[in-house]
């Protein structure tokens, strides 16, 4: 089995930062993308961040400038710097990895359980 577990959310005042992490464990040959979405309250998940085993990033149009994504291979874990935080931002962020647990095994998704992230005006 693969684990994903987050940190680093809480409350911060707009116009601050937070830097989310997410650690992967467990069975794992290899991982292939890892990606950060959101979901405020009434709206639909959104994809917010996502980069590639070899470092190349996206990002959604609303956080571009503003939030950084990135990981260290060598502990399966991937990050989320969020600069100038705005109340648009509040959410629940979670993450999530196409892993292969094993050499001869199909890419498998997994999903952390999510960080709650709010931003006071």
């Known amino acids: 089995q693969v684990q994903l577990v987050e940190s680093g959310g809480g409350l911060v005042q707009a116009g601050g930062s937070l830097r989310l992490s997410c650690a992967a464990s467990g069975n794992i040959f290899s991982i292939a993308s890892m990606d950060w979405y959101r979901q405020a309250p009434g709206k639909q998940r959104e994809l917010v961040a996502t980069?590639?085993?070899?470092?190349?990033?996206n990002y959604v149009d609303s956080v571009k400038g503003r939030f950084a994504i990135s990981r260290d291979n060598a502990s399966n874990t991937v990050y989320l710097q969020m600069n100038s935080l705005k109340p648009d931002d509040e959410a629940v962020y979670s993450c999530n990895a196409y892993v292969k647990p094993t050499y001869g095994s199909n890419w498998h998704i997994y999903w952390g359980q999510g960080t709650q992230v709010t931003v006071s005006s």
């Open positions: 980069i590639t085993r070899g470092g190349s990033t």
